[in-house]
């Protein structure tokens, strides 16, 4: 009786422990494509096309100005690059910020 209790324990319990980690676990290339970042953006290493005709420099190609922490306050429209915001302000969460920009700067190839 007792054997059966700890194993269902360790069924329930054991999940429970995980998930955290594997929802705070952004992907990147996740949240970009959810986030309709492709509206404007193509990132050519990653094979990623634009969906529509806004403009919007290619992430590969095109040097970012910005670093992590520069980005993050641009990508909410509350710092400028370049002397003007970002066209759109990011919805999601600052996990999925961080996971997004992390990935964009491990794709960006333009020498600075
Ligand atoms: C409505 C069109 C549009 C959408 C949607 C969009 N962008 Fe942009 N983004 C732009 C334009 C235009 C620029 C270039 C502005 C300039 O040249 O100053 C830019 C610039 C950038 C830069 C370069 C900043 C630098 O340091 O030079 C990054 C990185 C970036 N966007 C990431 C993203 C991410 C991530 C998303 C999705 C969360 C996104 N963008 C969605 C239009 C868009």
Redesign the pocket.
Known sequence: MFRIHRSLVTLFLVPAFLAPSVAFAADGKAV?LD???N???TVSSASIEKTSK????D?TTE????DAKL?KG??KKQEV??A?K???A?TGSDEELDA??AW?LQQNKAKK
């Open positions: 970009f986030k309709k970042c509206k404007c953006h806004l403009k919007g420099p992430l040097p970012i100005k910005g980005l641009y990508l690059i370049n003007k970002h066209g759109t990011f997004v920009i964009v």
